[in-house]
């Protein structure tokens, strides 16, 4: 029995053995890190970027998370280039003209491009894009980019015509989010395209790996068709969610750069204090949060006055102070100054408890406890609510705080199933049309809140395209907010602070929450 | 056993007696301390985020263990959160040892396709993770006080029904419980009056390890925002906010995890100890 | 009879993971919102998810989908997740050999720190090694793993600048994962082992060993150890499906790939057929442990026997 007991136990300890064994692939020698190039005397030629998130999704028309769109940015090429305020250079489009009735797009195609995968780009490519949008309305790039898309027509190899149905603005800033793939790979592998490991971009870097919930790895494109050659050769997105792990393998020199979603939280920024290789960049970002009020009939937002109290009864530079350390602005409305059609000589939002009781006192509140709701991937969301909520309960409301998973908190907004609810957003491209759409014109999160004139402003501004007009009505619908004081009301507008080293130059942080590391490179005279 | 032997195997016991009294010392703290804060737990002090603890320099009234994010007084934080805490893990433990025993007698006593059905319904929420189905539940049912029990009841009383079940087995075979039944007992008397009394010693052993158990548990799910919602404080849901501090604030994450593990290593030790004076094998 | 045994086990197991199926599928649909909205853009319409959930077949009855889930398996298709895209299979073996890896080394690490403890604790109760054993076995037993994680991060990762915090791979990476996830256990083994080499020593066959004049130390290691060893063994098999399955803290602080924060991040997601199969996965990796323990456990002492 002896004998057999130690053969058991030898056995397990070998099938642990044998488990860990097999489970533990061979060490990357990706490290990069401060070990140096052998050949010269600047830093490894392999650069790491921590980012906060995990990758779910390489289609480059499917993918919603901030690293699958960097990750498209890194592998694909867009129609036009957007400097994401509003401004828009070529890319493989050379040039473009709309037609008269503001619905025709015609866009000329470079003729020098090849794709990774060796085929040659021209219009087929750019036709064959399009028509899977078409073809696929519910696929995330369609549904959120596209609303009126409706044809798209190779005029010759390298013109292509688009057509949507209704005249659409936002058509330059869509080509910007629409990355192009090739049509001969695409009919050849369907969907599969995307799933397996192939990188079929046009884009100056290919993708070689993506690792589940480890990292994704590209190297450089050597033929790249545009005028860019990096200074390192090889790329790795290392997807860390523990903030506090990302800072320690950042100052340790495992990652050269710590890009978190909605920036660094500024209580941890203390731990950079003694690493001075490591710059802190700021973006003047336009993110902004914002309260949306339930103000159906059965609510006690229905009243303005309800609305009114609760918009003075909030310090709003107060929120900005002590939840987020100071580093963002209170705006004057949800247009905010990132964006077109901002009004600064619109007035600031006033803080004045006193006439906040005096109208709530007055008002049609019943008392009822109300509930303000976030999620928890809104950066902060719960404290800011909880500061808010105190500053509520002083002036007369009785209001708790709640805080869901984000599946919950969609789901109480589509069905309108909430009193106010605390989440972020920003304008793509500085261009407000798809919020005030989705969250005013078609009101779908469902807060009720009817008013025609705002909706035929934002009509006027659809069947636009000229932008100093729509910018106008932006411009309005914001002033109709502030007056109706609903159904949003902005709370504050943050910076973004990410972490890089210095020297390391081009990782694009736009100030409307989109990431772009396509250009990045090392400048030796960017070492201080 | 009569209650003299016990008692003196309770003075002897080291473990039960050091148990014993850090746990009456924290049930006191947690039920009498609230009433003699100074500050408001759940009210914010914008202008005193971070402060460091001050321990006794400004007396009682200072703020002994700092300030949260949100400036509110720590050390308030720790006492009304250990009412809650406790409080919670009591209400927990007690229905789920009454829930668990009750369907283990039954499986163990019936037999038959009353066990077989309990069995494997013990099994199959021993497969499903902890964490998991709490965090499909909440998602369910939203976050409250009272669905944080009802998750944590249902991820606790497999464990007494297993053991209930077992013990009952055993007695079962007894001569007094055959006795009994010659003597044309009812079915829920001999369950109540001839087993239960049998297996109470070692319920009460796993009950006094179970407690700690499930303040872990509570402060797991909080981890995940699946606890007591803000701003009331618990200790778990203070280790979780604490955590994004934890480099730069490092006591807001390490006092409430400290008193965590005080209390429960507390319970712990009271658990070995009422082992020790039950559990006639051990003398 | 070891067959019959098996066999019976394995009907057992079946209902069991049959009933798992049944409360993972229905689990995840209760939950608020659907992989159709989590999938498509925050903004969009009803339409648009209507359109997404037809093509997900979430239209269809409850049955239907319940019924094309369970037949799929029996095909080796465990479904598509709504977040990946891809097949549900792929990404489980993708993450499997994580979780595996990481529970395999907490263990050992478990075993090696804890055997060595409790037996020498044991054999000296009341001494000073026996105290600190003690102590050692229950904080680790009291510490919240949440906590335990982050203080390790805290001392290991920032302060001491010793060990990395994050990563996959390299070993050094798995060091503080599996010292924080098998600490618990350690602190078990420890108690465990403890107990048993002071029951074990109280048996008379040791008294009478010793009566003959055996060496203590030939006693203790030769005889009284191994006989310690085998509440263990059953105590690690059995706890090792519970252990897996919580691994979820662990591999959410330290960002380990594992199955753990894959289910977290996929009911986030509700991302139906990724949350379904890997509790099923788990389930069955917790059955056959479990199967496998009862079997070695018979093995190692006749006298329990397979009933």
Redesign the interface.
Known sequence: ??K???C??AL??AL??L??A???????SD?GGDVSDPSGDGPSKVINIALSE?N??L?PH?T?TLPGIATMYMEFDTLVESDHEGNYSPCLATEWEVSDDGLSWTFKLREDVTFHTGEEFDSADVVCTFQRHIDN??L?NA??QWPYLESVEALDKYTVKITNSEPFGCTLMSCARTWIIPDEAFAEYG?EL??TPISCGTGPWILDEW????YTHFYKNENYWGDFDSYYDEVYFR???????????HI?G?VQAYISTGGI?N??L??YDNASNIELVTVESGTYMYIGLQCGEDSVFHDQDVRKAFELAIDRQ?CV??VYGGMGKVPNGIIVDTCMGYNPDEPPYEYDPELAAEILAASSYDGREITLSTN?STNKG??LL??IS?MLNEVGFNS?????????L???R?EGNYDAFLVANMHPDGDAY?TLN??IL?D?HHSDFVSEEMNNLILESNASTDNAFRAECFSQVNHLIREANGPHTAICQLDQIEAIDYGVTGLMLYSDGYFNYRWVTYDPSLVP | MNSKLIFKRMLHSKFFMIGFITCMLIVIFAVVGPSFVVYDAEKNSLTEQFLKPEWLSNGWQGHILGTDELGRDEFTRLVVGARYSLAIALVVTVCSAVLGTILGMIAGYLGGAADAIIMRMCDVFLSIPNLILSIAIIAVLGTSTTNLIIVLIISSWVQYCKLSRNNVLVTKKMEFVSASKCLGATNSHIIFKEIFPNITTQLIILVSQQFGNVILVEAALSFMNLGISPPTPSWGNMIAGGRTYLTTYPWLCVVPGMALMITVLAFNFLGDGVRDVLDPKRT | MLFRFIMRRLGQTVIVLFCVSIIAFALVRIAPSSPARMMLPDTATDEQVAAMEVKLGLDKPLYVQYYKYISGIFHGDLGTSTQYKTDVSGIIANRLPATLELNAVAILFALVIGIPMGIVAGSKPGSVTDFFAVLFALIGQSMSPVWLALLNILIFSSWLDLLPSYGYGPLVCIILPAMTHGYPVAAQITRMGRSGMMDVLREDYITATLAKGISKRKVYTKYAFKNALIPIVTMVGLQLGIFMAGAVVVETVFSWPGLGQLNFQAVGNRDYALVQSTLLVTAAIIAVINLLVDIINSLIDPRITLE
């Open positions: 029995m002896k057999r007991l130690s058991i136990c397990m300890l642990a053995l488990l860990s097999c489970g533990s692939p061979s060490a990357p490290s995990n779910l999704d289609d499917n919603t309305p519910v995330s549904a959120s969907e995307f799933t690792v589940d919930g480890q997807h860390i969610l523990e903030p506090a792990s990302a800072i320690t393998a340790n495992d939280s209580e941890l203390s731990m107060l102070d002590a928890t719960e404290q909880l500061v105190e708790k705080v709640e805080n869901v998973e984000s599946a919950t969609l789901a109480m589509t798809f989705q969250r078609n779908i």
